[in-house]
């Protein structure tokens, strides 16, 4: 008995050193069905603008034509996100995290200033040059996109105007023209008003358009001089004669009855749709909104006019306000390692005219359109938006966040008449002062 459970013993001992044999060899690595297969880039995109818009159609549709006629092996995937604010505070993040995308939308301003001095952007200048292409860019265009160094580090997502319309039909009862000073404009405003019309359809949901209506008189005399010597200190609110005029201008609109009924709540969007469905003799639109318009255009409905300007002041020939949206900045390191980028942004380069006049709308280099590519509205603003000698200059991107919050509830109070041009002046300096900028 003893003889056999000895046996067993030494059976089981024989197994349990030959298994522990089997566990101690090294196994050779298994590798995952992930690392099996061909590991290709995938380029990141933080796109600021919309599947719909023009401005990403374009650079999609760029990049699957890459794909399909260069590089079959260039993938991308994109991040959407429509609110600046949330797309500041999400590009933050990655600059934080050093992970900013390979192409993503950047707005030339204080994010910008940053990574120009950190060198994480591409010098979009030099390298338009290489491709030799430059001097065709717009010079409007490369006045909005230029940093304080002199070169851009950006390029534009669009060539975008911005343009006041009017109903014809109502204006030519009142024997009106199209206002060419502000003066003219408050009279216009003032004999709808008083002929029991809707004047003006108001921008009132965020500040945007109160901030316009304070910037256009320096814009069209002082280009962006006034601003940046405001937001230095080296000028005031309250004792500049532009600032004066400005914050008068906007308290005469505002309290002057002119503006729709409801027009707080309304946004961009809401004021163009208000417009078309037959309310107000006036509104203001950008070319995001030529294919609404552009049929009551061709019919001699509407028309539109340029900014008005300063009565007795010198203007400077900026008339409509054109500017390059978010423009699309590269990331400098992802663009230096790799030829696959710079050969789809050379790509890009040579394609972009064409893509944006298949979408309807004008390139922002100086390329001559082809006969009958774009509508009426398109071509007739086109051509002002080409001759414009300086590009709009948005106080938005230059102010400090705390201060574009105290001048946009600063600005609805004083078309409230809840305070004085002059204490609207006050509270902006006092903004300025105590952020900065």
Same mark, same amino acid.
Request: hydrophobic content about 35%.
């Given at each position: 008995?003893?003889?056999?459970?000895?046996?067993?013993?030494?059976?089981?001992?024989?197994?349990?050193?030959?298994?522990?044999?089997?566990?101690?060899?090294?196994?050779?690595?298994?590798?995952?069905?992930?690392?099996?297969?061909?590991?290709?880039?995938?380029?990141?995109?933080?796109?600021?603008?919309?599947?719909?818009?023009?401005?990403?159609?374009?650079?999609?549709?760029?990049?699957?034509?890459?794909?399909?006629?260069?590089?079959?092996?260039?993938?991308?995937?994109?991040?959407?996100?429509?609110?600046?604010?949330?797309?500041?505070?999400?590009?933050?993040?990655?600059?934080?995290?050093?992970?900013?995308?390979? =192409?993503? $939308?950047?707005? !030339? #301003?204080?994010?910008?200033?940053?990574?120009?001095?950190?060198? /994480?952007?591409? %010098?979009? &200048?030099?390298?338009?040059?290489?491709?030799?292409?430059?001097?065709?860019?717009?010079?409007?265009?490369?006045?909005?996109?230029?940093?304080?160094?002199?070169?851009?580090?950006? =390029?534009? $997502?669009?060539? !975008? #105007?911005?343009?006041?319309?009017?109903?014809?039909?109502?204006? /030519?009862?009142? %024997?009106? &023209?199209?206002?060419?000073?502000?003066?003219?404009?408050?009279?216009?405003?003032?004999?709808?008003?008083?002929?029991?019309?809707?004047?003006?359809?108001?921008?009132?949901?965020?500040?945007?358009?109160?901030?316009?209506?304070?910037?256009?008189?320096?814009?069209?005399?002082?280009?962006?001089?006034?601003?940046?010597?405001?937001?230095?200190?080296?000028?005031?609110?309250?004792?500049?004669?532009?600032?004066?005029?400005?914050?008068?201008?906007?308290?005469?609109?505002?309290?002057?009855?002119?503006?729709?009924?409801?027009?707080?709540?309304?946004?961009?969007?809401?004021?163009?749709?208000?417009?078309?469905?037959?309310?107000?003799?006036?509104?203001?639109?950008?070319?995001?909104?030529?294919?609404?318009?552009?049929?009551?255009?061709?019919?001699?409905?509407?028309?539109?006019?340029?900014?008005?300007?300063?009565?007795?002041?010198?203007?400077?020939?900026?008339?409509?306000?054109?500017?390059?949206?978010?423009?699309?900045?590269?990331?400098?390191?992802?663009?230096?390692?790799?030829?696959?980028?710079?050969?789809?942004?050379?790509?890009?380069?040579?394609?972009?005219?064409?893509?944006?006049?298949?979408?309807?709308?004008?390139?922002?280099?100086?390329?001559?359109?082809?006969?009958?590519?774009?509508?009426?509205?398109?071509?007739?603003?086109?051509?002002?938006?080409?001759?414009?000698?300086?590009?709009?200059?948005?106080?938005?991107?230059?102010?400090?966040?705390?201060?574009?919050?105290?001048?946009?509830?600063?600005?609805?109070?004083?078309?409230?008449?809840?305070?004085?041009?002059?204490?609207?002046?006050?509270?902006?300096?006092?903004?300025?002062?105590?952020?900065?900028?």
């Amino acid at each position: 008995m003893k003889k056999v459970i000895s046996l067993i013993l030494c059976v089981i001992l024989v197994g349990s050193l030959a298994a522990c044999s089997k566990q101690e060899k090294p196994q050779e690595p298994v590798q995952s069905t992930a690392a099996k297969a061909d590991t290709k880039k995938v380029y990141r995109i933080l796109s600021g603008s919309s599947e719909s818009s023009t401005t990403y159609k374009v650079l999609k549709e760029l990049a699957e034509r890459y794909k399909n006629e260069v590089n079959p092996d260039f993938e991308f995937e994109a991040e959407i996100i429509t609110s600046t604010n949330d797309l500041w505070q999400k590009l933050n993040m990655y600059i934080t995290a050093n992970n900013v995308p390979d =192409i993503f $939308s950047i707005s !030339n #301003g204080l994010i910008s200033a940053e990574l120009i001095v950190r060198g /994480e952007l591409v %010098n979009m &200048t030099e390298e338009l040059q290489k491709l030799g292409v430059y001097d065709n860019v717009n010079v409007a265009m490369k006045d909005f996109f230029r940093s304080n160094d002199g070169n851009m580090y950006m =390029i534009p $997502s669009g060539f !975008n #105007g911005e343009f006041f319309v009017y109903r014809t039909s109502t204006f /030519e009862q009142y %024997n009106l &023209t199209p206002p060419a000073t502000w003066e003219e404009f408050l009279n216009t405003c003032q004999i709808l008003k008083d002929n029991g019309e809707i004047p003006y359809v108001m921008r009132g949901a965020d500040s945007v358009m109160y901030l316009r209506f304070l910037a256009f008189p320096s814009w069209t005399t002082e280009g962006d001089s006034f601003i940046k010597e405001l937001l230095a200190g080296e000028t005031s609110f309250s004792e500049s004669e532009t600032g004066q005029y400005s914050a008068q201008l906007l308290y005469e609109l505002g309290t002057g009855g002119y503006f729709i009924p409801g027009y707080n709540n309304l946004t961009l969007s809401d004021v163009v749709d208000t417009f078309l469905s037959g309310q107000g003799t006036m509104c203001y639109a950008s070319t995001a909104f030529v294919g609404k318009l552009s049929d009551l255009y061709e019919q001699g409905e509407i028309g539109f006019f340029t900014i008005p300007q300063v009565e007795g002041k010198t203007a400077n020939g900026a008339s409509i306000p054109t500017h390059g949206g978010k423009g699309w900045g590269i990331n400098k390191k992802s663009y230096d390692e790799d030829p696959v980028l710079q050969d789809f942004f050379k790509y890009f380069i040579e394609h972009v005219d064409e893509e944006f006049f298949k979408n309807g709308e004008i390139s922002w280099m100086d390329t001559d359109v082809p006969e009958g590519q774009l509508s009426k509205l398109m071509n007739d603003l086109g051509k002002q938006m080409q001759e414009q000698p300086i590009a709009w200059v948005s106080w938005d991107d230059k102010m400090q966040p705390a201060t574009l919050t105290t001048a946009g509830d600063a600005a609805q109070e004083l078309v409230n008449d809840m305070i004085t041009p002059e204490e609207f002046a006050q509270k902006l300096d006092e903004a300025i002062k105590a952020n900065g900028g």
